[in-house]
């Protein structure tokens, strides 16, 4: 079944203490991005991947690392979590090539909460 | 600047009326146009999309959206909506080139009226 998985589903860490939310797809796709979604601001990106090492900022990426290593993965990191990226995150993938970015497929969501 | 323009935050219709969510984009060139839905506690799902061809497309759960080149709008349209309908939605844009991010809108959410 093709997919975007996303672990852990929810995760509720403390202040500074390192963490990586997994991403991954199984369709071959170039395009992978990271958003979250926080009430009244709708999706906002964080980082976002044209393709293996080729990653870029997207709108809001203090405080966040990302790497593409490989095609299908695409970790979050957040290497000192703080309460303000307390947020649901959502990973998307999508092809990219010549003709353009087509429509994304996303995960189902990471609820992260930093206290 | 590319950009996309939802201008509705929220918006409450009747259970059987019509429903019309806004979407306007500022980009360079014809982009290609997707509408997503998110219900509850759930991921997004797409409803439709704009690539080229007929300006009206349609899409699962009913759905239809009309890209106007003129209006530099893709306005997502339904007949009859259901309670089933009730969700955020979001209008989102992509360009014809390489190297290109989708944008999305902040969305509208949608309330159903009993």
């Known amino acids: 079944e093709a997919q975007v998985t996303q672990n852990p589903r929810y995760l509720i860490t403390v202040t500074g203490k390192k963490l990586t939310v997994t991403c991954s797809q199984n369709m071959n796709h170039e395009y992978m991005s990271w958003y979250r979604q926080d009430p009244g601001l709708g999706l906002r990106q964080i980082y976002y991947?044209?393709?293996?090492?080729?990653?870029d900022k997207g709108d809001v990426p203090e405080g966040y690392k990302v790497s593409r290593k490989e095609k299908r993965n695409f970790p979050l990191i957040l290497e000192s979590p703080s309460p303000n990226q307390t947020s649901l995150y959502f990973c998307a993938s999508s092809f990219s090539g010549l003709g353009g970015t087509y429509e994304q497929y996303f995960g189902p969501g990471t609820r992260l909460t930093v206290t | 600047a590319q950009s996309v323009t939802q201008p509705d935050i929220h918006i409450t219709v009747s259970e059987g009326a019509s429903l019309e969510l806004r979407c306007n984009y500022s980009?360079?060139?014809?982009?290609?146009l997707f509408w997503y839905v998110q219900s509850p506690g759930q991921g997004l799902q797409l409803l439709l999309k704009?690539?080229?061809?007929?300006?009206l497309v349609q899409g699962i759960k009913g759905f239809e959206a009309e890209f106007k080149r003129s209006q530099s709008s893709f306005n997502l349209r339904k007949p009859s909506v259901h309670w089933s309908d009730a969700a955020e939605y979001f209008c989102?844009?992509?360009?014809?080139?390489?190297?290109?991010?989708?944008?999305f809108g902040s969305g509208t959410r949608l309330s159903i009226r009993p």
């Open positions: 989102a844009v992509g360009a014809r080139s390489s190297a290109s991010k989708i944008i």
């Open positions: 704009y690539f080229s061809g007929d300006t």
């Open positions: 991947s044209m393709n293996v090492e080729v990653t």
């Open positions: 980009y360079g060139a014809t982009p290609y």
